[in-house]
């Protein structure tokens, strides 16, 4: 069975610096990763997802991840976090048997100081 | 296009009673998908209906839960009685095809269930 992992509940970072969120998966096979967030009081949005080819992968709102293959991790990243990035992020693979089904991590949660 | 519709946003229940939430999906997707995020956990899976059919409920609790989606469009979630445990954030997904990688997921704001 595939898993993700998030390894800190919550991020903090200063306005203007760079973010990461970490993610890391257990797939066997080709994995399909999702990062998805939720701003309070606001739905799940996606943000990017990697399925083939480059893995540097660009998203909404200026957010990217890469998908290492070698270290099993996609990372969020930003080169410049903004207070409106505060939310809480959640990574995702898409399972290889039921491929309509998504298994999440557990959310980490960022904070962007002003 | 309108959004994925979840009502209510917030419900506050007693043990022991029942509540029922519903979602809308985007016009024209066949996929509906329920999924819960229990107080601090993962986002877990419940089930995956195609039109007015479940293809999977492997998710499902138990059988306080109940879905159903009339006629292919709206679905409901039942929990009667509630528990305890069933507290956390119901999320309703749709999508038009049913590999969500290539057709993509539009997810609903969530139902914030408290059972006291």
């Known amino acids: 069975a595939q898993s993700v992992a998030q390894p800190e509940d919550q991020v903090n970072v200063a306005e203007g610096n760079p973010l990461t969120v970490k993610c890391t998966y257990s797939?066997?096979?080709?994995?399909?990763l999702f990062w998805y967030v939720q701003y309070p009081n606001r739905g799940l949005q996606f943000l990017l997802k990697?399925?083939?080819?480059?893995?540097l992968v660009k998203g909404s709102y200026g957010f990217e991840a890469e998908f290492n293959k070698s270290q099993t991790s996609f990372h969020l990243k930003k080169p410049s976090a903004l207070v409106s990035d505060s939310a809480l992020y959640f990574c995702?693979?898409?399972?290889?048997?039921?491929?309509?089904?998504?298994?999440f991590g557990k959310g980490t949660k960022l904070s962007v100081i002003p | 296009e309108a959004g994925v519709t979840q009502f209510p946003s917030h419900s506050v229940i007693e043990k022991g009673q029942t509540v029922t939430l519903r979602c809308d999906p985007i016009?024209?997707?066949?996929?509906l998908y329920w999924y819960r995020r229990v107080m601090g956990k993962e986002i877990k899976f419940l089930l995956h209906f195609v039109k007015e059919s479940k293809q999977d409920e492997s998710g499902m609790p138990n059988n306080r839960f109940l879905a159903e989606r009339t006629g292919g469009t709206y679905s409901t979630l039942k929990v009667q009685p509630a528990e305890l445990e069933d507290s956390g954030v119901y999320f309703c997904?749709?999508?038009?095809?049913?590999?969500?990688?290539?057709?993509?997921?539009?997810f609903g704001s969530g139902t914030r269930l408290t059972v006291v």
């Open positions: 990697y399925i083939t080819g480059d893995n």
């Open positions: 797939v066997s096979g080709n994995p399909y």
């Open positions: 997904a749709s999508s038009r095809g049913g590999r969500g990688e290539n057709y993509g997921y539009t």
């Open positions: 016009s024209g997707h066949d996929n």
């Open positions: 995702a693979v898409r399972d290889l048997v039921k491929s309509y089904q998504l298994t």
